[in-house]
């Protein structure tokens, strides 16, 4: 609950722009805290590779990413954590199902999209999103669990309607989606500054938190964090953020390693003990002691 009351002040602050890098693992939501980030956003597609070893092709179950979010979650309670649930996995008791998992691991937001249960990446093309009727089932689904346990979730609308319906079509899905109750609106994949100026004027003049998404290498809009700040976006994240760096790091590390038999310049000065020390070894050792006196 605390990562969640945060959270709502940080969205409820009027200069406060809310910046989440895309984690995937422990290790780099462990970076991303010590770097000073004050939220994080846990990535479907990341989270689908490191855990798998496979693309984003909604293979990753519901028990899965709920693992990984509130393994991600539990790190420090003062980095909210916002995380992906995709379609939810299934119908409306499925998304009840998730939307009570993402609670008890101690997320602070997730967002629910209206792709089919056979999602995919929502910067691949070939998206199929479901009817308006049957998202607002799965909207309806999660507003009702979250009030029915009595607790909080930050709920976030996505629609990835942009590519397959147009426009139009998408911010209506998230206009059904705000007066069912939810929190924040999320338009995926936008790909021109005359959509995203459109997205943000419809919510923003209705005082509705918008979240945006950056992917590096896709045809979505660039900004900057002070231009989203400017059109009125409350929650901007980085979803490969971490992906993209740590996979040309490592594969140049790697092919360094088989052609010329050494490795220790990408390593100059960096040693295990470092890089434990970012995964709370110090604390860790600490409190290990305290229990022995």
């Known amino acids: ?129 479901v009817s308006r009727e049957e998202y607002k089932s799965r909207i309806r689904a999660a507003v009702n669990m979250r009030a029915q346990l009595e607790g909080d979730i930050v709920l976030i609308a996505r629609t990835d309607a942009l590519q397959p319906l147009g426009l139009d079509e998408a911010l209506l899905r998230l206009q059904d989606a705000v007066e069912l109750g939810v929190d924040v609106v999320f338009l995926e994949a936008i790909e021109t500054r005359e959509q995203i100026e459109t997205y943000c004027r419809v919510f923003r003049d209705k005082g509705v938190p ?39 790091a490592v594969t140049q590390a790697l092919r360094h390693l088989k052609q010329e038999g050494d490795c220790e310049q990408y390593g100059p000065g960096i040693s295990p003990p470092l890089v434990f020390g970012v995964c709370g070894m110090n604390e860790l050792l600490e409190f290990d002691r305290q229990a022995g006196e």
């Not at 979505?220 to 989203?228: D, L, N, P, S």
């Open 1 to 129: 609950m605390a990562a969640v009351k945060k959270l709502r002040e940080m969205l409820a602050d009027r200069e406060k722009i809310i910046v989440g890098p895309g984690v995937y693992d422990g290790l780099t939501a462990r970076m991303a805290i010590q770097a000073g980030f004050d939220a994080l956003y846990m990535t479907g597609a990341g989270t689908s590779m490191s855990k798998l070893g496979m693309a984003d092709l909604g293979l990753a179950t519901m028990t899965e990413m709920a693992d990984q979010a509130g393994m991600i979650a539990s790190l420090d309670w003062r980095v909210p954590l916002i995380a992906d649930a995709d379609t939810g996995y299934g119908g409306a008791l499925s998304v009840g199902r998730t939307v009570a998992r993402y609670m008890a691991g101690g997320v602070a937001a997730m967002h629910l999209e209206d792709q089919v249960v056979n999602k995919r990446c929502g910067h691949l093309a070939g998206k199929q999103v």
């Open 210 to 248: 918008i979240m945006y998404g950056m992917v590096q290498g896709t045809n979505a809009v660039k900004i900057t964090v002070a231009e989203a700040q400017q059109m009125g976006i409350k929650i901007l994240v980085y979803a490969a953020l971490c992906l993209i760096p740590t996979y040309l």
